[in-house]
């Protein structure tokens, strides 16, 4: 059976820092594609950051680039999302996603394209 579990979000301030994890059982994440989607009170779910399973290439959404940043440990069977420079905007329900890597990672992102998904965990960013 297939789980993916997300880390507790929380509350961080302002331009602080929080790393999501997520671990997933019942396959190997080895050969799958990763994704980080997140949903803000009255907004569509977004893409924030995916990955692909072969050649490590990414997409990152334009609202985060270079504050998130998607990793990978296939050892240990768990995708991370590391998110700096904080603001209110990122508030959101946080999911992880996982699917085999049915295209490139930008298009499963938008579109999106995955079947396994995480329960979501809230983060706040607020003072």
């Known amino acids: 059976q297939v789980h993916l579990v997300v880390s507790a979000g929380g509350s961080v301030q302002p331009g602080g820092s929080l790393r999501l994890s997520c671990t997933v059982s019942g396959f190997d994440l080895h050969y799958y594609a990763i994704g980080w989607f997140r949903q803000a009170p009255g907004k569509t779910r977004e893409g924030v950051a995916c990955?692909?399973?072969?050649?490590?290439?990414?997409y990152i959404a334009d609202s985060v680039k270079g504050r998130f940043t998607i990793s990978r440990d296939n050892a240990e069977n768990t995708m991370y999302l590391q998110m700096h420079s904080l603001k209110p905007e990122d508030t959101a329900v946080y999911y992880c996603a996982a699917e085999l890597p049915i295209h490139t990672a930008q298009a499963m992102c938008v579109m999106p394209l995955f079947g396994s998904w995480g329960q979501g965990t809230q983060f706040t960013v607020s003072s």
């Open positions: 990955m692909s399973s072969s050649d490590g290439s990414t």
